[in-house]
Every structure is written in structure tokens, then in C-alpha cells.
């Protein structure tokens, strides 16, 4: 797969996707969110990969949509997209990547930057971001799921707090809310994302996939669904290689080496 506006990079289980348009401070047109769908649709599909982390090259993380370039999509809706497997705002559960993603963040992070930091799954700010959903300000509404997500987060008095009037939250009070997990030093949250990841993918990838989809669906289908589904969706697992392993490099009281089967 050939990305001109993101990157790309393997290190060893993880993928590094970094959004690569500095100039335009990371701004979205179409073209660079179907590359970003491309690469978390690898992220889902290789079974060399456990866990993904998504960042930004330069200052900011994205000053938000190029409003312009996505009349059509506005119009049309997400259909007017070509059909990627993996929504990176996941907006169909039914195409959500698989794996984990950890996301850093730093300066700006507009409108689909926020709504990408609610889709994802653990998130790290540096000191200096200013995160915020300003569509109110440009004449529409957030339509990548912040409508809903931002008050699963943070609760409805905090969220309408912030839908409606486009404020900015600064990385400390991102940090009080739980909207982030971790706040560093301006250029050190790539280094802290990566070593989240780091620790993702030592552990069992069955075992983080199948905590991922439970909590997905607790969250989505409520918590009967999601408790009616344990022992169901737990079945497959107890016949891994991997659980062998867990149970084996416990008794042995050494680190568990995981293949993902």
C-alpha cells in the first residue's frame, strides 16, 4: 500500500501511523483519511501486528477537516467514501479494527482530531494540546460519533459543555476528565504512546483482542449483552496455543512469550 500523506512504520508488533501533512498542520482532506482507513485496515488484518499508535508529524496534531474538500461527504454521507474495511472514527462497530490503538497528541487537535482521540482506545497528550470540537462554530455538528462518545467519557453536563459552545480543553483539564490517560512534555508523547504500546503487545493478543471486543460491547450493547457474551466468546481462547502459554510460563515463573494463535 503506497501512503503520500501519512506514514507507515513496523516496530516489531507495533504499527506507527503518523499523519503527514505538517504544512497544512495535519489538516484532513479525503484522500488522507482513506490512507489513514488503509492503514488501521492493516493494522486489523496482519497477524504479525498487536497494537497500533497513532500520532502527528510537526507541532500539531490536526487543525481539523479541510471544510471544502468534504462538501460531498457532508452531503452524501460516509457512503460517498470508497468501502474501506476499517472506519478509523468507527462509525460501523461491525468494522472496527480488532487491535488496540494508543494515540498521541499534541498542539492542535480539531474537530477530527478529537473525534479520532474518542474512537481510539488509550490517549496521551502532550503538555501543550488544545483539543476541541468547533464544529458549532463552522455551521454543523460533529459527525464522526463525538456526538455520542463525548458523553459516554465524560458525562452530559461535560460534553455539552464543550459540543456547544467549540471551547478549547486544555491537556490538564483532558487529563482531570479522562479524556487522556497520560499528559508529558511537549515531544515526549510519541516515546510514552510507544511504550504503552510496547507493553500491549508483550501481552496475550487473544486475550486483548477478546478484552477489547467485550468492553466495545458492553459499551455499544449494554452490559447484559456484554455479560451474556463471556463465557460464549471466551470458548475459542481456551483452546490457544497462547493460554497454554500463559499457564505454563506461570508455573514456571518466567515472562510468557505469545504467538497470537
Request: charged share 25%; hydrophobic share 45%.
Amino acid at each position: 500500500m503506497a501512503y503520500s500523506k501519512i506514514t507507515v512504520e513496523q516496530r516489531g508488533h507495533i504499527l506507527l501511523i503518523g499523519l503527514n501533512r505538517p504544512e497544512k498542520r495535519n489538516a484532513f482532506d479525503v484522500d488522507m483519511y482513506i490512507e489513514l482507513a488503509n492503514a488501521y485496515h492493516e493494522l486489523h488484518t496482519s497477524d504479525n501486528l498487536r497494537c497500533g499508535v497513532l500520532f502527528a508529524h510537526g507541532e500539531h496534531f490536526t487543525a481539523g477537516l479541510e471544510l471544502d474538500k468534504w462538501t460531498a461527504v457532508f452531503q452524501n454521507g460516509w457512503n460517498d467514501l470508497p468501502d474501506v474495511a476499517i472506519h478509523p472514527l468507527g462509525i460501523d462497530e461491525n468494522k472496527r479494527c480488532r487491535k488496540p490503538v494508543v494515540m498521541a497528541l499534541r498542539g492542535r487537535c480539531y474537530t477530527i482530531g478529537f473525534e479520532l482521540l474518542l474512537a481510539n482506545d488509550i490517549r496521551v497528550a502532550a503538555s501543550d494540546a488544545k483539543i476541541a470540537l468547533l464544529e458549532v462554530k463552522r455551521g454543523l455538528y460533529p459527525l464522526g460519533g463525538g456526538t455520542v462518545r463525548l458523553i459516554q467519557e465524560v458525562g452530559w453536563g461535560n460534553a455539552m459543555r464543550y459540543l456547544l459552545t467549540g471551547d478549547e480543553i486544555t491537556a490538564a483539564e483532558a487529563l482531570r476528565m479522562g479524556l487522556v490517560q497520560q499528559v508529558t512534555e511537549p515531544g515526549l508523547e510519541l516515546e510514552a504512546a510507544i511504550t504503552l504500546a510496547e507493553k500491549i503487545a508483550k501481552a496475550a493478543p487473544l486475550g486483548v483482542m477478546g478484552a477489547l471486543k467485550s468492553a466495545r460491547l458492553a459499551r455499544i450493547e449494554g452490559d447484559k449483552v456484554a455479560l451474556e457474551r463471556l463465557i460464549p466468546d471466551f470458548q475459542p481462547v481456551m483452546q490457544s496455543e497462547d493460554i497454554k502459554e500463559g499457564i505454563m510460563s506461570f508455573l514456571e515463573r518466567r515472562e510468557a512469550n505469545y504467538n497470537g494463535k
